[in-house]
């Protein structure tokens, strides 16, 4: 049986018995989170569900507990809609897509426990500044200006693939959603089609359904 945790309005899950009695004992789900199960009709605590569990049930699912230590469970990026994503960025002339880029690899730097995402992205604006400044003496250096625009663009598209590995990886073993991401759709929408996978995974986590 397969069992969905709530905490305010975050979903995790589905989990396995075993897996909700191991994330209990170590700290990541408490006793006062809400737990259903598939064949639940309403919400209930999950010391409500654990205290269901046959003697022998819980047991087996200790020595599980045991034998694997429990992922941290990350609260989902801000649910900003795709589509307001879309029109500050052009509102704002990208402005708005490197302060959202930011945003999104620093917690992309969460679900892995990395900083790689975040150092990519931010060498993004770095470059376009140092270019720019660079362009602007006018002077013979100024083609190293576009060299250095050209590195923190390269550099920003890398830093935006590993934000979406960082996505499907989190979400392929730790919750189990089974997400999957175009890498063509990641290199030509950037943080616009990584927006619409946050969207997709707040369903989700609400619904338990993956649309």
Not at 17 to 39: F, H, K, P, W
Not at 97 to 109: D, E, K, Q, S, Y
Not at 165 to 189: C, H, I, P, V
Request: hydrophobic share 50%; charged share 10%.
């Amino acid at each position: 049986m397969q069992y969905f945790v709530q905490r305010g309005d975050q979903k995790f899950g589905p989990y396995t018995l075993a897996e909700l009695q191991r994330y209990v004992q170590s700290g990541n789900i408490t006793v006062e989170d809400l737990a259903q199960s598939e064949g639940m009709t309403a919400w209930a605590p999950v010391s409500q569900i654990l205290g269901n569990i046959p003697a022998t049930a819980v047991s087996s699912a200790g020595a599980a507990a045991a034998a694997e230590p429990a992922p941290q469970l990350v609260p989902l990026a801000p649910n900003l809609h795709w589509g307001i994503v879309l029109v500050l960025d052009i509102v704002t002339r990208q402005l708005f897509n490197m302060i959202w880029a930011l945003v999104l690899a620093n917690w992309a730097r969460k679900l892995i426990n990395n900083n790689k995402p975040l150092v990519l992205v931010a060498m993004y604006p770095a470059g376009i500044i140092a270019g720019t400044l660079v362009i602007m003496t006018g002077s013979s250096l100024a083609p190293i200006g576009s060299v250095f625009i050209l590195a923190g663009v390269i550099i920003y598209l890398v830093g935006i693939f590993s934000i979406k590995s960082a996505m499907e990886e989190y979400y392929n073993w730790n919750e189990k959603m089974g997400l999957q991401m175009s890498g063509a759709m990641t290199f030509f929408f950037s943080t616009i089609y990584i927006q619409y996978q946050v969207n997709r995974i707040a369903r989700w986590k609400k619904t338990g359904v993956v649309s």
